[in-house]
């Protein structure tokens, strides 16, 4: 009965690789985020979806693209996998209220993606 | 731009006192959110107390509670009788009711706590 899961929990991997990381919530949420935590813990928005919409897009390379095939999934997809994308990526989902997202994030366990 | 900082990187308490971790915001708007999140060793990052900027009293949940001066931009975290399983990493974080609800996050502070 987890309410943010996301899959796989440690992926290890190649530069030069593509993969993906997913992340489902039962919550019924409206809106999901990728955040970014790199070595030094430092968290970062990385991108935001309010019904499979795209609302926050922070000056991410084009190599990372999110999809949302439906507003309980978002999926966090990576090309051309280099050194610098070693970190710990979390997905968290909120409710929006009349249009305004005001609640409180639920953050997944997060994925440890290490770039060899 | 708003800005979240956590001045102290690492902090320690004895189990069962009382300790206090600081953070200021820099911001022009005049309602968002702030909130603590705990990040124990096991990654998951979890809520711990949340204040909404038009409420004048402080936020408490238990053992902790908050001590917010919105004129200071000031929001530090007071964890009562801290124990064992308290310790973690400890992030304040700032969310506006504009630009898609993201979280801005501060550096964190690394607590321990002392049996």
């Known amino acids: 009965d987890t309410a943010v899961s996301q899959t796989p929990k440690y992926l290890v991997t190649q530069m030069g690789n593509d993969k993906s990381i997913k992340c489902e919530q039962n919550?019924?949420?409206?809106?999901m985020y990728w955040y970014k935590q790199d070595s030094k813990k430092f968290l970062k928005i990385m991108f935001s979806y309010n019904n499979k919409e795209l609302i926050i897009n922070e000056t991410v390379p084009n190599r990372f693209s999110p999809k949302s095939p439906d507003k309980a999934h978002l999926n966090l997809h990576i090309n051309s996998l280099e050194l610098g994308d070693s970190a710990v990526y979390f997905c968290?989902?909120?409710?929006?209220?009349?249009?305004?997202?005001?609640?409180?994030?639920?953050f997944g366990p997060g994925t440890r993606l290490l770039v060899l | 731009a708003q800005t979240v900082t956590q001045s102290q990187p690492e902090m320690s308490v004895q189990e069962a006192e009382t300790v206090t971790l600081s953070c200021t915001y820099d911001t022009s708007e005049s309602d968002y959110y702030l909130f603590w999140y705990k990040q124990p060793p096991s990654r998951q990052m979890i809520l711990v107390i949340r204040q909404e900027a038009y409420k004048q009293q402080n936020a408490t949940e238990n053992r902790f509670s908050v001590n917010f001066q919105k004129a200071a931009k000031s929001f530090s975290l007071k964890i009562s009788d801290s124990q064992l399983g308290d310790a973690a990493m400890y992030f304040c974080?700032?969310?506006?009711?504009?630009?898609?609800?993201?979280?801005?996050f501060g550096q964190g502070t690394e607590l321990s706590v002392k049996p």
């Open positions: 919550l019924g949420h409206d809106t």
């Open positions: 968290a989902s909120s409710q929006d209220l009349a249009g305004a997202i005001q609640e409180t994030q639920y």
């Open positions: 974080a700032y969310r506006s009711n504009n630009q898609g609800g993201k979280l801005i």
